[in-house]
C-alpha cells in the first residue's frame, strides 16, 4: 500500500509507531524491510528519543541507519541485564564486593561509545526525578558510575605520583571521598553550588604575589609576600572552632571555605610557591605538618602554615610536639614524598570520619579510602589489617585488598577462609521460604520503629528465631528480652545507614516513611509511599512474595 504514497510521507507515518511495531513491519515484505532500514530520519528520531543519539563519536557524515540503532540499543539492553545479574548475584551472596576489578565496570575495557552510552544511561537513571521508583536499578548503576570514577581517578593519580604534585594529587583525593559520597558534581560532572575554580584561584594568589615582588627579593621576601597574600588579602585562615570537619582535608572544600589544618593550609602554600619558582620542602612533623627551605643564610628553617606562615626554628618546632627524646629523631625533620602527604591526607580524613557526622556508614566510608589506599602505600600493613577487619564487619569481599603487596600469603589464605566461612554461613541463612507462619508478625517491606533506640527502619527479612550466635546474643543481652531468642527476628535498614537483627518485641508500626539507605535497592525495586516493594532477587528467596 505504501507504494501508493510518496517516501517522504510514510517516514512521516512511521515516525509516530512505536519500535515493536517498525520491528513487525520489515518481516511482512522486503520492501518495507529496505524502506525502514536505510531510513536516516527514522532512525536518527529513534537514535534521539532513545538518548542514543548525539554521541562524541557521530559527525554529521555518520550515517544513522538500522545497524548503529541496533548496536546501541544493544548496548542498553546488555546494561539492563547485568545490573539485573548484579541484584541476584549480590543479595544471594553479600560476600560479593562491586569492584574495582569487574569486568562490566573497567572502562577501559570498553570502546568510546559504549562507554558513552553507559555513563548517559547510567547517569539518566540516578537523575530521574522520581527517587521512589527503579531503586534496584539505581543502586547497581550508582556502583556502576562510582567505579568508573574511581578508575579514572586512580589512572590520574599515578601520574601525580610520577610527577610529584602533591596539589593535583590531593585534588584527586577529594575527588575519591565525593565518589564514595555518591556526590553529584562527582559522578555526573556537574558543577556544585559549593566551588572554586581551584587552578585559576591559586594562579590568582600567584599573579598578586608576582606584583609585589621584584627581581631581587630574597627567599625571604618572597615569603613575607605570600603571607601578606594568601594570609590577609585572601582571607585564608585556620580552622580551630571545627578542627575535626573531614573536609578540612579537601583542597578544594579548603579554597572555597578559606579553611583548613595544617596538612592542607601547608599543600596550598607549596604550591603557591613552587609557582613562584620556590624550593619548599614537605615536612611530615607528627601533629603539626610543615614546610621547610634553606636560608639567605644557608640555614634550614620551618614554615608554620597553619599560623599564617610563621617562620621558626627547629628548636621552636619542637615545642609544637613535646614527645620524649624527639631531639634525636631526625627523620621527622626530613622532607617526605607526595605519597607520604597524600597517605597522612587519607589517614586524617579516616580518623575525622569517626568522630563527625558523614552520609555514609562509617565503616564503609572508611573502606573506600582503603581502597585508594592500596594504590598509594601498598607496602602499609596496617591499612591493610584495618581493611581486611572492616571487609569482613561488612561482609564484602575486597579483591583490591591483593594490591597490599605487605599482605603474607598465610595472612591472606586466613582471611578467604573467613570470607569462605562467612559465605558459607549465608547461605544456610538465605534458605528458600515458601511460606510466612503466623507467629511473624511483620511484613517484609514495612516501615518500622525500634521501641528503644527510636530509629526508624524497614523490614527486609525474618528467621522464625535468633540465628545468631551464643556469643552475640549474650553481647547484645538478648537474654533480658521478655522472649529472648525464642522469637522472631527481623533483618532490617535503619535510616542510620546501618544494617541490624531485630527482635520481633522490639519492633512498633509507625508512620511510612523513605528509609535513604545506600543498600535500599538491593532488596526493594520502589517505595509507594506506603511499604517498600521486594526486588524479584528478594522474591526469589521469600518465595511467597511472588504472590504480591
Same mark, same amino acid.
Given at each position: 500500500?505504501?507504494?501508493?504514497?510518496?517516501f517522504?510521507?510514510?517516514?512521516?507515518?512511521?515516525?509516530?509507531?512505536?519500535?515493536?511495531?517498525?520491528?513487525?513491519?520489515?518481516?511482512?515484505?522486503?520492501?518495507?524491510?529496505?524502506?525502514?532500514?536505510?531510513s536516516?530520519?527514522?532512525?536518527s528520531?529513534?537514535?534521539?528519543?532513545?538518548?542514543?543519539?548525539?554521541?562524541?563519536?557521530?559527525?554529521?557524515?555518520?550515517?544513522?541507519?538500522?545497524?548503529?540503532?541496533?548496536?546501541?540499543?544493544?548496548?542498553?539492553?546488555?546494561?539492563?541485564e547485568?545490573?539485573?545479574?548484579?541484584?541476584?548475584?549480590?543479595?544471594?551472596?553479600?560476600? *560479593? +564486593?562491586i569492584?574495582?576489578?569487574? $569486568?562490566?565496570?573497567?572502562?577501559? @575495557?570498553?570502546?568510546?561509545? !559504549?562507554?558513552? /552510552?553507559?555513563?548517559?544511561?547510567?547517569s539518566?537513571?540516578?537523575?530521574?526525578?522520581?527517587?521512589?521508583?527503579?531503586?534496584?536499578?539505581?543502586?547497581?548503576?550508582?556502583y556502576?558510575?562510582?567505579?568508573?570514577?574511581?578508575?579514572?581517578?586512580?589512572?590520574?593519580?599515578i601520574?601525580?605520583?610520577?610527577?610529584?604534585?602533591?596539589?593535583?594529587?590531593?585534588?584527586?583525593?577529594?575527588?575519591?571521598?565525593g565518589?564514595?559520597?555518591?556526590?553529584?558534581?562527582?559522578?555526573?560532572?556537574?558543577?556544585?553550588?559549593?566551588?572554586v575554580?581551584?587552578?585559576?584561584?591559586?594562579?590568582?594568589?600567584?599573579?598578586?604575589?608576582?606584583v609585589?615582588?621584584s627581581?631581587?627579593?630574597?627567599?625571604?621576601?618572597?615569603?613575607?609576600?605570600?603571607?601578606?597574600?594568601?594570609?590577609?588579602?585572601?582571607?585564608?585562615?585556620?580552622? *580551630? +572552632?571545627?578542627?575535626?570537619?573531614? $573536609?578540612n582535608?579537601?583542597?578544594? @572544600?579548603?579554597?572555597?571555605? !578559606?579553611?583548613? /589544618?595544617?596538612?592542607?593550609?601547608?599543600?596550598?602554600?607549596?604550591?603557591?610557591?613552587?609557582?613562584?619558582?620556590?624550593?619548599?620542602?614537605?615536612?611530615?612533623?607528627?601533629?603539626?605538618?610543615?614546610?621547610?627551605?634553606?636560608?639567605?643564610?644557608?640555614?634550614?628553617?620551618?614554615?608554620?602554615?597553619?599560623?599564617?606562615?610563621?617562620?621558626?626554628?627547629?628548636?621552636?618546632?619542637?615545642?609544637?610536639?613535646?614527645?620524649?627524646?624527639?631531639q634525636?629523631?631526625?627523620?621527622?625533620?626530613?622532607?617526605?614524598?607526595?605519597?607520604?602527604?597524600?597517605?597522612?591526607?587519607?589517614?586524617?580524613?579516616i580518623?575525622?570520619?569517626?568522630?563527625?557526622?558523614?552520609?555514609?556508614?562509617r565503616?564503609?566510608f572508611?573502606?573506600?579510602?582503603?581502597?585508594?589506599?592500596?594504590?598509594?602505600?601498598?607496602?602499609?600493613?596496617?591499612?591493610?589489617?584495618?581493611?581486611?577487619?572492616?571487609?569482613?564487619?561488612?561482609?564484602?569481599?575486597?579483591?583490591?585488598? !591483593?594490591?597490599?603487596?605487605?599482605?603474607?600469603?598465610?595472612?591472606?589464605?586466613k582471611?578467604c577462609?573467613?570470607?569462605?566461612?562467612?559465605?558459607?554461613?549465608?547461605?544456610?541463612?538465605?534458605?528458600?521460604?515458601?511460606?510466612?507462619?503466623?507467629?511473624?508478625?511483620?511484613?517484609?517491606?514495612?516501615?518500622?520503629?525500634?521501641?528503644?533506640?527510636?530509629?526508624?527502619?524497614?523490614?527486609?527479612?525474618?528467621?522464625?528465631?535468633?540465628?545468631?550466635?551464643?556469643?552475640?546474643?549474650?553481647?547484645?543481652?538478648?537474654s533480658?528480652?521478655?522472649?529472648?531468642?525464642?522469637?522472631?527476628?527481623?533483618?532490617v535498614?535503619?535510616?542510620?545507614?546501618?544494617?541490624?537483627?531485630?527482635?520481633?518485641?522490639?519492633?512498633?508500626?509507625?508512620?511510612s516513611?523513605?528509609?535513604?539507605?545506600?543498600?535500599?535497592?538491593?532488596?526493594?525495586?520502589?517505595?509507594d509511599?506506603?511499604?517498600?516493594?521486594?526486588?524479584?532477587?528478594?522474591?526469589?528467596?521469600?518465595?511467597y512474595? !511472588?504472590?504480591?
Amino acid at each position: 500500500m505504501h507504494r501508493d504514497l510518496p517516501f517522504e510521507l510514510v517516514e512521516q507515518i512511521f515516525l509516530h509507531l512505536p519500535l515493536s511495531d517498525l520491528v513487525r513491519l520489515t518481516t511482512l515484505s522486503s520492501s518495507y524491510h529496505d524502506l525502514i532500514h536505510n531510513s536516516h530520519l527514522l532512525w536518527s528520531h529513534h537514535l534521539q528519543k532513545s538518548g542514543l543519539f548525539g554521541l562524541s563519536s557521530d559527525t554529521p557524515d555518520s550515517p544513522n541507519d538500522l545497524e548503529k540503532f541496533k548496536r546501541r540499543y544493544r548496548c542498553v539492553k546488555d546494561l539492563d541485564e547485568t545490573l539485573e545479574t548484579l541484584s541476584y548475584d549480590h543479595i544471594h551472596n553479600t560476600i *560479593v +564486593e562491586i569492584d574495582l576489578e569487574h $569486568e562490566q565496570l573497567v572502562s577501559c @575495557r570498553m570502546d568510546a561509545e !559504549k562507554r558513552e /552510552i553507559t555513563y548517559r544511561h547510567l547517569s539518566g537513571l540516578l537523575l530521574s526525578s522520581n527517587k521512589f521508583t527503579n531503586l534496584t536499578s539505581k543502586l547497581y548503576a550508582r556502583y556502576f558510575l562510582v567505579a568508573q570514577t574511581q578508575l579514572g581517578i586512580i589512572q590520574d593519580l599515578i601520574g601525580c605520583l610520577q610527577s610529584g604534585s602533591v596539589f593535583d594529587g590531593s585534588l584527586l583525593i577529594s575527588r575519591w571521598v565525593g565518589a564514595s559520597l555518591g556526590e553529584s558534581s562527582i559522578i555526573y560532572n556537574i558543577k556544585p553550588t559549593e566551588c572554586v575554580p581551584v587552578h585559576e584561584t591559586i594562579e590568582g594568589i600567584v599573579n598578586q604575589c608576582r606584583v609585589l615582588l621584584s627581581p631581587s627579593s630574597t627567599i625571604e621576601n618572597v615569603l613575607n609576600v605570600i603571607n601578606k597574600v594568601l594570609y590577609q588579602g585572601f582571607g585564608l585562615r585556620k580552622n *580551630v +572552632e571545627n578542627y575535626y570537619d573531614f $573536609e578540612n582535608n579537601r583542597i578544594d @572544600r579548603v579554597l572555597y571555605k !578559606k579553611t583548613g /589544618i595544617p596538612i592542607t593550609i601547608a599543600i596550598v602554600y607549596h604550591e603557591v610557591g613552587s609557582r613562584l619558582g620556590l624550593t619548599l620542602n614537605l615536612v611530615n612533623f607528627p601533629r603539626h605538618f610543615l614546610l621547610s627551605f634553606e636560608g639567605s643564610d644557608g640555614t634550614t628553617m620551618y614554615i608554620d602554615c597553619f599560623n599564617e606562615g610563621n617562620i621558626m626554628s627547629r628548636s621552636q618546632c619542637l615545642q609544637l610536639c613535646p614527645i620524649s627524646n624527639i631531639q634525636d629523631k631526625d627523620h621527622y625533620f626530613q622532607s617526605t614524598t607526595p605519597a607520604q602527604v597524600l597517605e597522612r591526607l587519607i589517614r586524617n580524613i579516616i580518623a575525622f570520619a569517626q568522630v563527625v557526622h558523614v552520609p555514609q556508614n562509617r565503616a564503609f566510608f572508611a573502606l573506600n579510602l582503603y581502597k585508594i589506599m592500596s594504590f598509594i602505600a601498598p607496602n602499609d600493613y596496617e591499612s591493610a589489617v584495618h581493611a581486611m577487619n572492616f571487609s569482613l564487619d561488612l561482609h564484602i569481599k575486597c579483591n583490591f585488598l !591483593k594490591k597490599f603487596s605487605c599482605i603474607e600469603p598465610e595472612i591472606w589464605s586466613k582471611y578467604c577462609r573467613r570470607v569462605a566461612q562467612a559465605s558459607e554461613s549465608l547461605r544456610d541463612r538465605l534458605y528458600e521460604k515458601r511460606s510466612k507462619p503466623d507467629h511473624i508478625k511483620f511484613n517484609i517491606g514495612s516501615v518500622m520503629l525500634h521501641k528503644r533506640y527510636n530509629y526508624t527502619c524497614v523490614l527486609y527479612g525474618w528467621d522464625e528465631r535468633c540465628m545468631m550466635s551464643e556469643a552475640w546474643q549474650e553481647r547484645m543481652g538478648i537474654s533480658s528480652l521478655e522472649f529472648q531468642g525464642n522469637q522472631p527476628y527481623y533483618r532490617v535498614l535503619a535510616d542510620d545507614d546501618s544494617e541490624r537483627y531485630v527482635a520481633q518485641e522490639n519492633l512498633l508500626e509507625t508512620r511510612s516513611v523513605f528509609i535513604n539507605h545506600r543498600d535500599v535497592g538491593k532488596y526493594f525495586s520502589l517505595y509507594d509511599g506506603e511499604r517498600f516493594v521486594p526486588n524479584s532477587a528478594l522474591k526469589s528467596i521469600y518465595t511467597y512474595l !511472588k504472590k504480591d
